[in-house]
């Protein structure tokens, strides 16, 4: 998904080792299939929670095949029901994302800093 996504630009997926490490140290994975045969995965959130503060969205990826059929607002819906309204969601969108987040009512951030990583 994150490849059929376009995420895969800026994530380790050759990397199979830290894709396991990412995947095993988030508390919040959503996943999102096709009610078809075979049932293939088309969406998933990753995130990082305190379940009483503020979740970390590190991840929101829907296959392009998928994109536009309400997916990836399920998946936000989904993780905003499960956390509860006294949970703060935060990401770093994709530029080419920034519409559907603003369309699905989340804010823009103006003071929010970054410590590049290395590797």
Known sequence: VLV???????????DEARLKTMLGNANL?????????????VGVARGVTDFSWVCYISELAVSRSAQGLGIGKGLMDEARRQLGPAVAISLISMPNAVGFYERIGMRRMPDAFWFSRKG
């Open 29 to 41: 994975v959503l996943t999102a299939r096709l009610d078809s045969e075979g049932k293939p995965l």
């Open 4 to 14: 059929e996504s376009g995420l895969g630009e800026t994530r380790p997926v050759d």
